[in-house]
């Protein structure tokens, strides 16, 4: 059974930069790398909304217009992990953070909470102006 374990939120300044990790547990090494990694976000009273993916081998990235330029999702396939970095903070960008396992990989198109089939619980990111 895939489990899926955020870490590295926390209470941060706006402008500083955070690096949010998730590890995949419950497969082999070798099958971590058949994922596709997702990750999403969810502030109080809203509904979760997409932040960015990342393909199996890394090679291909994915964002939510809004926010590139700010983020840079990674992975390590030799490690079932993958990464969200999300720089220049802004009290806005307060939420609970959540990543997210998938098999389909959509050039070009709006990803969204049911591409994705394994979640975590999420980790907190706190901005404070």
């Known amino acids: 059974q895939v489990q899926l374990v955020e870490s590295g939120g926390g209470l941060v300044q706006a402008g500083d930069s955070l690096t949010l990790t998730c590890t995949l547990s419950?497969?082999?090494?070798?099958?971590?790398?058949?994922?596709?990694m997702g990750w999403f976000r969810q502030a109080p009273g809203k509904e979760r909304e997409f932040v960015g993916v990342v393909s199996w081998s890394g090679g291909r990235t994915w964002y939510k217009d809004s926010l590139k330029g700010r983020l840079s999702i990674s992975r390590d396939n030799e490690k079932n992990t993958t990464y969200l970095q999300i720089n220049s903070l802004k009290p806005e960008d307060t939420a609970l953070y959540f990543c997210a396992a998938g098999a389909v990989w959509k050039s070009g198109s709006i990803w969204n909470s049911g591409d994705f089939d394994s979640w975590g619980q999420g980790t907190q990111v706190t901005v404070s102006s």
């Open positions: 419950g497969v082999s090494g070798r099958t971590f790398s058949r994922y596709i």
